[in-house]
């Protein structure tokens, strides 16, 4: 699971910012046209709301597991959502608990 989550991880970073990149040099940071696009249509409303309550809970549940299971450093995956979007900060929450959970075995080491 861990590769799994790691692929999750590169491909909900790369994905979401070739477009968001590819936006910001053609209009610079003009934050009155990016919200006015996500605005532009019931269907980027529909995304942009689907988004921040996706976001919401991802941040609700690290913040569950850091007090209950003492997941350390449970603010990495919200920082993730926040500066890429929930198509990293979750697969890289599940990542951080498939490696608290599951260690790797100590390595064997040869006489």
């Given amino acids: 699971m861990k590769r799994l ?11 979401p910012l070739i477009p968001f990149l ?5 209009n610079g940071f003009a934050l009155n046209l990016f919200l006015s696009e996500i605005a532009a249509s019931r269907i980027s ?3 942009w709301l689907d988004v921040v309550v996706s976001a919401a809970a991802l ?18 995956p919200i920082i993730a959502t926040l500066s890429v979007g929930v198509s990293l900060g979750l697969p890289l929450l599940l990542l951080m608990l498939e490696i608290q959970r ?8 040869s006489a």
């Fill in 102 to 109: 599951n260690p790797r075995p100590a390595e064997q080491t």
């Fill in 59 to 76: 941040f609700s549940f690290a913040l569950h597991e850091r007090r209950k299971h003492s997941l350390k450093y449970a603010w990495i």
């Fill in 22 to 26: 590819t936006w910001l040099r053609e």
């Fill in 45 to 47: 409303q529909f995304a």
């Fill in 5 to 15: 989550y790691l692929s999750f991880c590169l491909l909900g970073t790369i994905l």
